[in-house]
């Protein structure tokens, strides 16, 4: 038995370790900080470092995986040469977004290339973290620049980091250029007290229903959307349960007397 292990292989004698200490290089690229600095990027950025298989606190945990630690990190930043096609696309929307007034470093927070190796990897994948007033006119130049072309969105999901202060609430967008055969992932970041963001559907009308789920499971406005209500849960459903602060246990039976109305009177989605 190695020394201060439990004799059920608990971790309960173990020193905590800090973030720094399990961040070493993992499967799809995460490396340490200095690591990824001498890659001319910024190192990732801990915002929870978990225990356990399902993050249970304090007692409680029966899977088995008590001495899982986990950190939760954000991508850092990189700096070019990204590598492959990345330089040529994130050079392009500067210079789209420019003849259009805006400032790449205001719509653009941060550009991330995951992994960021040297030489660049042929599996690397870009992501551009995107303020959020400037969603609308990012998604319009990487859909109509003829260099660009992202002209299909796969849709909208929503992700919820609890411990990302200031920017609790994730929406995330998958743009396909059919025209180049690419890929890019754009990511906007909100806090939990203003959750809004501005509707892409005019833009990708796809996206329609894509941000009516991500409203109706995580609780992002997306502001002038022309129909957003829910559309898994129902109208008068409490919170948004594909949160991570959302109750997992002992929810009062919140279908009690529930009806479903005749299709003539149902609420027109036209």
Known sequence: MSEGTTAGGGAADKPVPQPEEVLGPRSGGLVSGSEQAGRGGRGPEVVEVRHGMFGVHGSGD??????L????????????????????AVDVLAEVLGDAGVAFDDAVERVVVDPHTDPPS?????????????????CRALRDDQDLRFELSLGVSGV??????????????HLTSVTHGRRVRLEVSVP???????????????????ERETW???GIVFDD???????????????????KDYPLGGIPVEYKGATVPPPDTRRSYS
């Open 225 to 243: 959307h022309p129909g957003l209500a829910r559309i898994e849960m129902p109208d008068d459903w409490p919170g948004h349960p594909q949160r």
């Open 160 to 173: 919820h980091y609890p411990q990302d202060t200031g920017r609790e609430l994730h929406a995330v967008y």
């Open 192 to 210: 939990d007290a203003d959750p809004h963001i501005p509707s892409s559907t005019a833009v990708y009308p796809t996206n329609d229903w894509h």
């Open 69 to 88: 630690v986990q950190p939760v990190a954000m991508p850092g930043a990189a700096t070019q040469p990204y590598g492959g096609w990345f330089d040529e």
């Open 216 to 218: 109706d499971f995580f």
């Open 122 to 138: 042929p599996h690397a994948e870009l992501t551009l973290h995107v303020a959020r007033e400037h969603l609308p006119a990012v």
């Open 62 to 67: 029966t899977s088995g995986y008590g001495g």
